[in-house]
């Protein structure tokens, strides 16, 4: 009798890694705490509920990273992008979601399929018969799991956090000021070229908006989030290790005046069309809001996230020209996020080292981000449910993205730097070929879109390669 594979965690990585194992054949239990015990983040009890963004970022196959793992799931038919997929809102060249849609796909999905049973209610303690366990409980482990993997790896938690931007109801922005447009008039996947609401600052409005967020009111703590022997807000902000890629917007504020308009406020690719002709149409600085909903009722404020105050997010936002009378559907915040040290404590089939019968998916790996968390929870099914069928499981080769991310976060990191990574370009080997032939018997170095599209091209041929193989040999 095939032995049953029991997931901790019904996230992004936990969905699907159940998804998976069952597709296999294999029988799965499903761990959900909520909604029987609850999360500072999360607000229902659906299994994948997004907590921070609401887009997977680029879904473009042939030049970004991201979207080479959007393609590498599709072709290994994954829940995550099939739910994702259909939960689709305009997003230029992203892949956005409604998120209530989404999650609710998912989980009716996990619900029906009969490999699948989900039991709701707090995992404090893997029984000592479990011999084939998942854990992917991802940045808000409960504080009596987290203590039975600290005893189990040895190591002392590691912690970041992510911060979380506000969501604004869509008819309270001013669209005598603002308008629609994605950068460079960008219209792929489900979108127009005009995606985005932009709200334009001068460089008084700017300096002024810089002035303000720099010396706003800033949320405590709760006693969950400081970091270990941090005992002040203050102690906490020196202390804490926020990951770059959901970096607070006041913590870049803080590290120079032009940085907000180097990052999220950049006003490249835009023109304002409420400028009169013969005026100069770009603005200083562009805040920019990304529909949040299929009903495009809500959109949130792309970078944005932050720990001010609620009343201080309230009255400084609205300093935004465009969002002077918004009404917010969710202020921002900030939360924990907990990983352990992958490269040290975890084998090449994400097997913890000291207990073999434990595999990790997820965000607790070290890996960041919706699509990452999936993709690994994706591979971690698989290798559960081989081991379940008694058969052997071969990682996809390094030069995919699949293959790169397990890479990074099974050795391919310095266990001694550590930290979450996203899916990138440099986390593959080169091409086998940096150059490319030219007229005259001439070379030049790949560079740019040419040297990305080596990258996905050798990728998706590598993945097939591999998927045929691992259908044979099953």
Known sequence: MTKTIHIIGAGLAGSE????????????????????????????????????????????????????????????????????????????????VDRDIFSEGVTKALQNHPNITIETGEITQIPKDWDNVII???????????????????????????????????ESINMNIAWMQSRYDKAEGLGTGKDYI????????????????????????????????????????????YFDGCMPIEIMAARGHETLRFGPMKPVGL????????????PHAIVQLRQDNALGTLYNIVGFQTKMKWGEQTRIFRMIPGLENAEFARLGGLHRNTF???????????????????????QITGCEGYVESAA????????????????????????????????????????????????????????????????????????GKDRKKAYTDRALTDLNEWLNNDRKAA
Not at 379 to 385: E, I
């Open 136 to 170: 992917a409980t991802g940045p808000l482990t409960s504080d009596a799991l987290a203590a039975q993997i600290a005893t189990m790896t040895g190591e002392k938690e590691l912690a970041f956090f992510d911060a979380i931007a506000p969501i604004v109801h869509r």
């Open 271 to 282: 023109t304002n069309p409420h400028v009169p002709e013969g005026r100069e149409h770009q």
């Open 340 to 362: 352990i040290n992958s490269p040290k404590l975890l084998d090449t089939q994400l097997r913890l080292k000291s207990r073999p019968q434990i595999r990790f998916a997820g």
């Open 198 to 241: 932009n709200c334009p600052m001068t460089k008084d409005q700017y300096d002024a908006f810089i002035a303000e967020l720099t010396t706003a009111e800033y949320g405590l703590f709760k006693e969950w989030e400081l970091p270990s022997g941090a005992q002040t807000l203050a102690e906490a902000e020196i202390d804490t290790p």
């Open 376 to 447: 690994v929870g994706l591979m971690t099914g698989r290798m559960a449910a081989a081991q379940a069928l008694g058969q052997t499981f071969e990682t996809p080769p390094i030069t995919t993205a699949h293959g790169a991310l397990l890479n990074h976060i099974t050795g391919g990191a310095d266990a001694k730097t550590f930290q979450p990574m996203n899916v990138n370009f440099g986390l593959f080997p080169p091409p086998e070929n940096p150059f490319v032939e030219m007229p005259g018997g001439k070379r030049k170095k790949l560079r």
């Open 17 to 96: 890694a159940a998804w998976q194992a069952a597709r296999m054949g294999v029988p799965v239990i499903l761990h959900e705490m909520r909604p029987d015990k609850g999360t500072p983040a999360h607000h229902t009890g659906n299994c994948a509920e997004l907590v921070c963004s609401n887009s997977f970022r680029s879904d473009d196959a042939q030049y970004n990273a991201v979207g080479l793992l959007h393609e590498e799931m599709r072709r290994m038919n994954s829940l995550i992008m099939r739910e994702g997929q259909k939960a689709a809102v305009p997003a230029g060249g992203a892949l956005a």
